[in-house]
């Protein structure tokens, strides 16, 4: 009887199909175009849900259209899928020409798989060809070149069976159709937007003398036009309201004036080397009350058709408020912004401002000081190594970028900002050189204690802090939560030192705590403390996770740098981390 039947079937499976491909090509957009895809097959194909996966520009695809149960499209609709995932998928199953078919035999693999999905509940199939809950086919489309452009899913046919041989081809021809006509319909897309600009490019070139005189007159910034070569070159021949209200002079004022005869004097140079086209420089302007104001001077030309460049535009913006926020910005460049922490830079900024290239047990005696400072007077003063040798290399490129340690309170024997810029008491890598008062003047050298035995020495220790399990956790809840875990960590660490005490964010899992005036007792026992204070589970969206901690105590001592200090702590960590079991480690 099916077989008697099956002529029927496939004309009626025809017409179906004619109608929904005709109503591929009346959307209008391409989102239109997309739910026109699924709603065909869920009316024209007898599947009861489908949906088009897209592929984005980053290559992975996105569920962009749902049809047959909302319940269902408001769970997926959004989603992404990888690119690896997809592809993974396309070569699994068996090849039904131009489908992909994954039985349930064979799809369980797919479950924990980052592809967008869902199930749908039902008894197990009685017969070979019946349809399984968790069967999987799928119709891949692609573009007249071979490009993929994304996947159509489908699930549930309403016979309740695999498609035979013409439901597949139905099914293999709808999706050649659809890619035609989501093709069409970037198409059409990026012609609609083409019109778009070209038309509003033509608005702005029939409107651009009219535009250019109100930005010019109503902006709100400083504006100027100058003449350009010849003995006038930098007259003032227009300015606008703004320009005359920051610098306090009227418009007829100004145009006596260049800006060589309002710059500050100690700026003239920066207004020199400025180049005209393009040029930018920031530099200070005479107001009529004889004070200066810091602006931002932004040079262009304004040409002429018929004698080439003729006048030069000029942009004056304030940046009076900007100069007063640069200490601000200074900060935030120098702490970690998702903890709040100093960072990786600070931290060997703080850390280099306690060390001295001569260990302590160097220290110049008096007759070498005299030396050294008659061979500084006669500019051949010998820095660096323990014995007077090795000549001091200043690199530019250490030290720039780095903010000095002005507003930061000096720890006991740690000199002060006023010093750390100026004195000749530090040689650390990366401080430029100063005026030689002697060799380590008023330098107190950081000694590292014994670590074998607590004799009462005390130094400036370095913790070296690695958390344990949180890879697994950042792997398992996403990153979302890893960062809250982060937060928390941080804030443990820091309200478990003293006040004086660095806590920083070296990268990653890694935080680093400065101490200063410890012992080698005292060192260990602020290291169990601060891990006793991470193990504790961590509430992040109603969830607890737990994370331990290993950590390795360092020393820094003068005659090191900055890299070899954090490395002695890291190695120390290591070997702590190493002694310990795994589950000891996530336990703290």
């Not at 800006?259 to 920031?282: K, Q, Y």
């Not at 970028?401 to 507003?407: D, L, R, V, W």
């Not at 401080?431 to 050298?445: F, K, M, Q, S």
Request: contains cysteine.
């Amino acid at each position: 009887m099916e077989t008697e039947s099956e002529p029927y079937v496939r004309l009626a499976t025809l017409r179906q199909l004619h109608r929904v491909v005709a109503d591929l090509n009346t959307a209008r957009s391409l989102a239109d175009t997309l739910q026109t895809v699924v709603d065909g097959i869920v009316v024209g194909l007898g599947y009861e849900l489908a949906c088009v996966n897209l592929v984005r520009p980053d290559g992975d695809l996105v569920v962009a259209a749902f049809a047959g149960d909302p319940a269902a499209e408001a769970l997926i609709t959004g989603r992404v899928g990888s690119r690896a995932s997809w592809e993974r998928r396309l070569t699994m199953g068996e090849c039904w020409d131009g489908l992909r078919f994954i039985p349930h035999t064979e799809g369980w693999v797919l479950l924990e798989d980052d592809v967008p999905q869902w199930h749908t509940d039902g008894p197990d199939p009685r017969f070979e060809d019946e349809w399984h809950p968790e069967d999987r086919l799928y119709a891949p489309m692609y573009a007249s070149g071979g490009e993929l452009l994304g996947v159509i899913s489908v699930d549930r046919p309403r016979n309740g069976r695999r498609p035979g041989a013409w439901g597949r081809e139905a099914l293999q021809m709808y999706a050649f159709q659809a890619a035609i006509a989501i093709s069409n319909a970037r198409l059409r897309a990026n012609m609609q937007r083409a019109l778009v600009r070209l038309e509003r490019e033509q608005q702005a070139l029939r409107a651009s003398e009219e535009s250019f005189r109100q930005a010019f007159e109503y902006a709100p910034s400083g504006m100027a036009i100058a003449e350009m070569g010849g003995d006038q070159h930098g007259r003032l021949l227009r300015t606008n309201d703004a320009l005359c209200r920051l610098l306090g002079r009227p418009a007829s004022v100004l145009r006596r004036y260049s800006f060589s005869d309002l710059v500050h004097p100690e700026d003239i140079g920066t207004l020199l080397r400025t180049s005209a086209e393009g040029g930018r420089a920031e530099l200070r302007l005479g107001r009529r009350d004889g004070t200066y104001v810091w602006v931002s001077l932004r040079n262009s030309v304004v040409a002429d058709a018929a004698d080439g460049p003729r006048f030069l535009l000029t942009h004056v913006e304030d940046i009076e408020e900007r100069k007063r926020h640069e200490l601000q910005l200074a900060h935030r460049a120098s702490h970690d912004s998702l903890t709040g922490l100093p960072n990786s830079a600070e931290l060997r900024a703080r850390l280099s401002a306690r060390l001295c290239r001569r260990p302590q047990s160097a220290r110049a005696s008096a007759i070498e000081a005299l030396d050294a400072a008659f061979e500084a007077h006669d500019g051949h003063l010998v820095r660096g190594g323990a014995d007077g040798g090795g000549e001091h290399a200043f690199r530019p490129d250490a030290a720039e970028g780095y903010p000095t340690t002005e507003g930061y309170p000096a720890a006991d024997g740690c000199p002060g900002a006023d010093r750390y810029t100026g004195a000749d008491s530090y040689d650390f890598p990366g401080a430029p050189p100063a005026a030689a008062d002697g060799p380590y003047d008023h330098h107190v050298h950081t000694v590292a204690p014994a670590t074998d035995v607590d004799d009462g020495t005390k130094g400036l220790a370095v913790l070296f802090c690695d958390l344990d399990g949180f890879k697994s956790i950042n792997d398992r809840f996403g990153h979302h939560t890893g960062d809250a875990v982060l937060i928390e960590v941080a804030r443990r660490l820091t309200t478990g030192v003293r006040d004086g005490d660095t806590v920083a964010r070296l990268g990653g899992d890694e935080f680093v705590v400065l101490a200063d005036g410890l012992g080698a007792a005292d060192a260990a026992d602020l290291a169990v403390r601060l891990r006793n204070a991470i193990i504790p589970p961590i509430r992040v969206d109603g969830r607890a996770v737990r994370v331990g901690a290993s950590f390795g105590i360092g020393w820094a001592s003068c005659g090191m740098s900055a890299d070899e200090v954090l490395r002695s702590a890291d190695q120390r960590m290591y070997i702590e981390k190493r002694s310990r079991s795994k589950a000891h480690r996530r336990a703290g």
